[in-house]
């Protein structure tokens, strides 16, 4: 089945450890992205990538980092969370960012920072 | 930069009414492209419509319609005789270079909270 698959579900830390949320995609797909969901703000793109080891930010960068070593693969690390950082989090993925085909999103990851 | 505004936060209407979500955006591109997407209360986001910025034709889905005007910088959308099923937040979204080389960077609107009562 063709799927984004994103872990975990839910996550609840402390300030300043270490996290990350791992994202996975079965279809061959170039592109790939991370969005966070907050009340009355709607998803903002953290980071994209258009393809193995081509990332770039999107509106909310900081205080998170990507990396796209394999394909299938887009992961988001924050270093150093902080309580700013507790929101819902979707990572997605389409055939091609250059063609702006529709995005497949995963099941999303709540995130608490305490 | 680019910018999308749902005005409408919430909407609340009776089954079977039409209901308009309207999205206004702004973006110094000349070719971008546009998109609607639904969240139901299960939280999966659902990709509904796709339109590219040369392509103004109104596109009609059923009980789904999108009305594209470039003079106005609108995309609105529109469910005809609504259902429960319909209850749902629904995001605009919107995808053009925005300075960079690519068409990567995505900015959605804030969600427009539809809620269809029987």
């Known amino acids: 089945e063709a799927q984004v698959t994103q872990n975990p579900r839910y996550l609840i830390t402390v300030t300043g450890k270490k996290l990350t949320v791992t994202c996975s995609q079965n279809m061959n797909h170039e592109y790939m992205s991370w969005y966070r969901q907050d009340p009355g703000l709607g998803l903002r793109q953290i980071y994209y990538s258009m393809n193995v080891e081509v990332t770039d930010k999107g509106d909310v960068p900081e205080g998170y980092k990507v990396s796209r070593k394999e394909k299938r693969n887009f992961p988001l690390i924050l270093e150093s969370p902080s309580p700013n950082q507790t929101s819902l989090y979707f990572c997605a993925s389409s055939l091609s960012g250059g063609q702006n085909e529709k995005l497949f999103f995963g099941s999303g990851t709540q995130l608490s920072v305490l | 930069a680019q910018k999308v505004t749902q005005a409408q936060t919430e909407i609340s209407v009776v089954e079977k009414e039409d209901v308009t979500l309207d999205c206004v955006y702004e973006t110094r591109d000349t070719t971008y492209y546009l998109f609607w997407y639904k969240q139901p209360p299960s939280g999966e986001l659902v990709f509904l419509i796709r339109?590219?910025?040369?392509?103004?034709q109104n596109e009609i889905s059923g009980r789904y319609s999108w009305n594209f005007q470039k003079s106005t910088s609108s995309f609105n959308f529109t469910i005809t005789a609504s259902q429960v099923v319909d209850s749902a937040v629904y995001f605009c979204a919107l995808s053009g270079r925005a300075g960079g080389t690519s068409y990567g960077k995505l900015t959605f609107g804030q969600g427009t909270i539809l809620t269809v009562h029987p």
């Open positions: 339109r590219n910025s040369f392509d103004e």
